[in-house]
C-alpha cells in the first residue's frame, strides 16, 4: 500500500520551455502533498507543501510564480516548472500522505533544462 | 526552513558491522521518520516514531525517538551489501504545521 507514482521519470527540456510532473498517490487519498528538490549528494530540500482544493504554501526563497503547483484532487499535484532555465535542472521528489500518516515517496523526476 | 543535522555524515564499515547513525535538531519534533534513498530514487519509509522515548524496529533497523524531543538515533545491525545507500532522518517541528523537512543525510558504504 502507499504506492506514490511519479511521472515523467526523467526529462530534458530547452531553456525558456515549461515543463509539468505529475505526482499520483494510487492507493490512498492524499491530503496533503509535498514537492522537493535534490541536487547531487545533498538533501531534499522542501519547496512546497500543498492541501487538496487549497494553494500551496511555498517555503522562503521559493519562486511561487516559477513553480506552479497545483493539487485539484486528492490523487494528483503537479508541480510546472515555468520558462526553464539550465539552473533548475535537479531532481524533483514528490511525496504525499493521508491525514497525519507518515511521508511516501514517488520515485523523482531527473529534470535537465539545456 | 527547519535544520536538521545528522551524523555521522558519511560511514565505510565492513559487512557484518554494526552502524549507528544519529539527527540532532534545534526545536522540538513531535514525529520522527528515517528514510533509505537509492541513487535516482526517492526514499523508502523505514521506520517511524510517535512517543518521546519510543524503540522501534523493523527488522534489522531499530530506531529511537529521544526524550528531549530533539533527536533521534538509528542503528542497522549486521550490515549486508544492501544496506548501502543515504539514509534521511524527517520530520516536522511542533511550529512548522504540516511542512516536513528533511536531515542532511549518513550516506552508508558496506564493503563487502
Known amino acids: 500500500g502507499a504506492v506514490v507514482s511519479q511521472h515523467p521519470s526523467w526529462v530534458i527540456c530547452k531553456s525558456g520551455t515549461s515543463v509539468k510532473i505529475e505526482c499520483r498517490s494510487l492507493?490512498?487519498?492524499?491530503?496533503?502533498m509535498f514537492w522537493y528538490r535534490q541536487f547531487p549528494k545533498q538533501s531534499l530540500m522542501l519547496m512546497a507543501t500543498?492541501?487538496?482544493?487549497?494553494?500551496?504554501?511555498?517555503e522562503q526563497g521559493v519562486e511561487k510564480d516559477k513553480f506552479l503547483i497545483n493539487h485539484a484532487s486528492l490523487t494528483l499535484s503537479t508541480l510546472t516548472v515555468t520558462s526553464a532555465h539550465p539552473e533548475d535542472s535537479s531532481f524533483y521528489i514528490c511525496?504525499?500522505?493521508?491525514?497525519?500518516?507518515?511521508?511516501?515517496f514517488g520515485n523523482g523526476t531527473r529534470l535537465t533544462v539545456t | 526552513g527547519q535544520q536538521l543535522n545528522q551524523s555521522p555524515q558519511s560511514m565505510f564499515i565492513q559487512e557484518g558491522e554494526d552502524v549507528s547513525m544519529n539527527c540532532t535538531s534545534s526545536?522540538?519534533?513531535?514525529?520522527w521518520l528515517w528514510y533509505k534513498q537509492d541513487p535516482g530514487e526517492g526514499p523508502v519509509l523505514l521506520i517511524a516514531?510517535?512517543?518521546?522515548?519510543e524503540l522501534t524496529s523493523n527488522g534489522r533497523l531499530t530506531a529511537q525517538f529521544g526524550i528531549t524531543r530533539k533527536d533521534s538515533f538509528l542503528n542497522i545491525s549486521a550490515s549486508i551489501p544492501s544496506d548501502v545507500g543515504i539514509y534521511f532522518c524527517?520530520?516536522?517541528?511542533?511550529?512548522?504545521?504540516?511542512?516536513?523537512?528533511f536531515g542532511t543525510g549518513t550516506s552508508l558504504t558496506v564493503i563487502p
Open positions: 511525496s504525499a500522505r493521508e491525514g497525519v500518516s507518515p511521508l511516501h
Open positions: 492507493d490512498f487519498q492524499a491530503t496533503t
Open positions: 500543498s492541501n487538496e482544493g487549497s494553494k500551496a504554501t511555498y
Open positions: 526545536s522540538i519534533f513531535n514525529t
Open positions: 516514531l510517535y512517543k518521546a522515548g
Open positions: 524527517a520530520g516536522p517541528g511542533l511550529n512548522t504545521g504540516n511542512q516536513f523537512y
